[in-house]
């Protein structure tokens, strides 16, 4: 890491190690030692997720509905129709919802009808 000249390959680095959980101490008179520093920290790591959403155009958050696509399906389910366990239905819902829109800071199912859902869905 130290050996390295180019600030660029050294932010990368930065950011693998602090994937990596850890954290490589710095001599304070190196270039860049407070941004390198935050990075491995991973200090701004939530605004890094969002930055990568916007130029993504993935800012609005989805619903398990939106993923699963299941609308665009026009197969017949096997066996006399039966369907799948509506626990373990909601329960993918549950994991799926959060899977999606974990580094976003917002989702659709429990934020705007979150009451509705957890009441419907308790047991």
Known sequence: FNSCEDSTIKRQLAFMLGRQQFYLELPEEAEDYDDLNEIMS??????????????????????????????????????????????????A????????????????LLMEDGNKWLYKNKE
């Open 42 to 91: 991973n200090v701004q790591l939530n605004n890094h997720f969002l930055n990568l959403a916007r130029e993504l155009d993935i800012m609005e958050a989805k619903t398990p509905d939106d993923v699963y696509k299941s609308h665009l399906d026009n197969v017949r389910p096997a066996f006399g129709g039966s369907s799948v366990d509506s626990a373990r239905q909601n329960l």
């Open 93 to 108: 819902s549950s994991f799926v919802n959060g899977f999606i829109n974990t580094g976003f800071g917002q989702d659709k």
